[in-house]
């Protein structure tokens, strides 16, 4: 959004202009339309400052978002890993059980 903001000499020759001919009501109105135009600019970076503020934490909330799944993801790894591991002790303590109990029976 652009605004057209003129100068005072500008504004000063578009008044003697329109008196010239006699169309005071037009200036006025133009007059008008310019301050709307110029507030509406002098609220636009508000806007636009909301709008990144918005999109800052959106952007922060989504990498917040990754990493908690990327530790869940390394956690269930470990956590299947060390499941593997203690039924690999238990294999491994069974295996030597029943080792045991064949050479007792030898014996």
Same mark, same amino acid.
């Not at 007059?31 to 952007?59: D, E, K, N, Y």
């Not at 799944?69 to 295996?95: S, V």
């Given at each position: 959004?652009?605004? !057209?903001? +003129?100068?005072?000499?500008?504004?000063?020759?578009?008044?003697?202009?329109?008196?010239?001919?006699?169309? +005071?009501?037009?200036?006025? +109105?133009?007059?008008?339309?310019?301050?709307?135009?110029?507030?509406?600019?002098s609220?636009?970076?508000? !806007?636009?400052?909301?709008? %990144?503020?918005?999109?800052?934490?959106?952007?922060?909330?989504? !990498?917040?978002?990754?990493?908690?799944?990327?530790?869940?993801?390394?956690?269930?790894?470990?956590?299947?890993?060390q499941?593997?591991?203690?039924? %690999?002790?238990?294999?491994? %303590?069974?295996?030597?059980?029943?080792?045991?109990?064949? %050479?007792?029976?030898?014996?």
């Amino acid at each position: 959004l652009t605004a !057209v903001v +003129r100068t005072n000499r500008e504004e000063q020759a578009f008044g003697r202009w329109q008196s010239v001919f006699g169309n +005071r009501q037009s200036t006025n +109105r133009h007059r008008h339309r310019q301050t709307v135009v110029c507030v509406a600019v002098s609220r636009m970076p508000f !806007v636009l400052l909301l709008f %990144q503020i918005v999109a800052g934490l959106t952007l922060i909330l989504f !990498v917040i978002h990754y990493i908690y799944y990327i530790i869940n993801a390394i956690a269930g790894d470990l956590q299947l890993q060390q499941q593997l591991q203690q039924q %690999q002790q238990q294999i491994l %303590q069974l295996q030597q059980n029943v080792y045991r109990q064949q %050479q007792q029976q030898q014996q």
